[in-house]
């Protein structure tokens, strides 16, 4: 407990960067106070945070990061920059800090790129250190669930589609799958092109059918937009796969070999989503991929985070778009839309009630760090910073991103990015009592 210790004070609020192998000038080391902690509605909620009890802080430094997107190196170099791990001649070892501190990573591990399974690898580097790490689900992480089990599992009017739907996004992932895992035995095993193309891709007559058994699961809103969705991908899917250079043998191929190696047990990757939750709590703070909504916000005040999460798992196994459009998975999509689980006032209200007054998140990149703000009257502080080389490139940013929210037992929260010249403190308790 002694390094625990050493970082419970604000005498030195950002750890010390241990690492030969990356350049560490573009990281800030100076901080700054934390400009959208002044906005109105932010100091509302730290106001009403005040009279439901005050805040509650972590026992041990929290280090959040979130969207790493296939990008291993992103990854790494945000913990390199969170002072949490140093890397001597490729090997992977935790500092003082790190052995002090929690990190959680907040989801959206996969797609985009350049490599998820160099991504999973790394993760599994951190593991390996003995490093506290709880993995969070994203909404491209599920895509991807849904994806594989569609293909899998027994055809059915609400299923069937699920890989065109979900799958465009993952075809880099299953390209990397095939050239490493795939056998020419698997490939020797399938039918011929065409039936493995009828076995991917919706039948024929699928809407007519999708829209008389999805009655059950999903407002006729839902259905009419979920045929609208898969009408327009479709259309694209064989231009995309086709960028790719995947047959449809290759894709299934693929698929089936995903299962073995991230579902079965034993496989490869199968520690990736057996480790997965869906929301993890510490003190007065949430952390979860998306947001939340009232359903939820009861739940996990009434019956606890490890229901809730257990609940996630047991369902994301059924892989039903009831479930995909419902309030658990809400946790990993929601931006609030109107189309989206609700969070209200009394969501909101459950949840201060309990001595919960932030939700840390990802799923908003930002370009320029961090960001605070309130959504439908509860604090949220956004941790995508875009940190995957391919969104960096599409919106403009240089080179690889790095960066991470740290979160301390003293009630200090810094947001720490390369995309933003300072460090951005924001300390609550403090600027409530002044």
């Known amino acids: 407990m002694d390094d625990l210790r050493d970082f419970c004070t604000t005498d030195s609020l950002l750890p010390p960067i241990l690492d030969r192998d990356v350049c560490t000038a573009d990281l800030p080391r100076l901080l700054e106070p934390w400009e959208d902690a002044a906005a109105r509605p932010v100091t509302d909620c730290l106001s009403r945070a005040r009279r439901h009890g005050g805040w509650h802080w972590p026992d041990r430094p929290v280090v959040f990061v979130s969207d790493p997107h296939a990008d291993a190196e992103g990854f ?3 913990l390199i920059a969170a002072g949490v791990i140093h890397r001597t001649r490729g090997r992977i070892g935790l500092t003082a800090f790190g ?3 929690q990190i959680v990573l907040g989801g959206d591990a996969l797609d985009k790129g350049p490599s998820n399974l160099a991504l999973l690898d790394a993760i599994a580097a951190v593991l390996d250190t003995g490093a506290r790490l709880t993995i969070l689900a994203g ?3 599920l895509r991807m669930r849904l ?3 569609a293909v899998r599992g027994p055809r059915s009017a609400l299923t069937e589609h699920l890989f065109v739907r979900m799958g465009r996004k993952i075809l880099p992932a299953l390209r990397e799958v095939l050239d490493r895992f795939v056998t020419p035995e698997d490939l020797a095993a399938l039918p011929s092109e065409a039936a493995c193309k009828a076995r991917l891709m919706p039948g024929p007559d699928w809407s007519d059918r999708f829209a008389s058994a999805a009655r059950k699961e999903l407002p006729r809103r839902v259905i009419a937009k979920e045929i609208r969705k898969l009408e327009e991908k479709h259309a694209k899917f064989d231009g995309d796969r086709a960028r790719i250079g995947l047959s449809y043998r290759a894709l299934l191929a693929a698929l089936l070999k995903c299962h073995e190696i991230f579902l079965e047990p034993g496989g490869h990757y199968a520690w990736f989503f057996d480790r997965m939750q869906v929301v993890a709590r510490s003190g007065s703070l949430l952390f979860v991929h998306a947001g939340l909504c009232d359903e939820m916000a009861r739940a996990l005040v009434r019956e606890g985070v490890d229901r809730v999460n257990a ?5 994301a196994e059924g892989a039903t778009l009831g479930f995909y459009f419902g309030p658990l998975a809400n946790l990993v999509r929601t931006k609030y839309r109107a189309s989206d689980c609700a969070l209200t006032e009394t969501g909101v209200e459950t949840l201060n009630r309990a001595g919960l007054h932030m939700v840390v998140q990802g799923h908003v990149n930002n ?3 961090q960001r605070l703000l309130a959504k439908q009257g509860l604090l949220h502080l956004e941790g995508d910073i ?3 080389r391919t969104s960096r490139a599409l919106e403009g940013l240089e080179g690889i991103g790095a960066g991470a929210t740290l979160i301390f037992p003293s009630g200090d929260v810094i ?7 300072r460090a951005k403190h924001f300390a609550p308790e403090r600027m409530v009592a002044h």
């Open 147 to 149: 994806a594989i089990t």
């Open 311 to 315: 609940a996630y798992a047991r369902a």
């Open 367 to 369: 370009h320029a760090g």
């Open 76 to 78: 790494l170099r945000s």
């Open 386 to 388: 875009t940190l995957d």
């Open 99 to 101: 052995r002090a501190a």
């Open 415 to 421: 947001g720490l990015s390369r995309d933003h010249p």
């Open 139 to 141: 909404n491209h992480d």
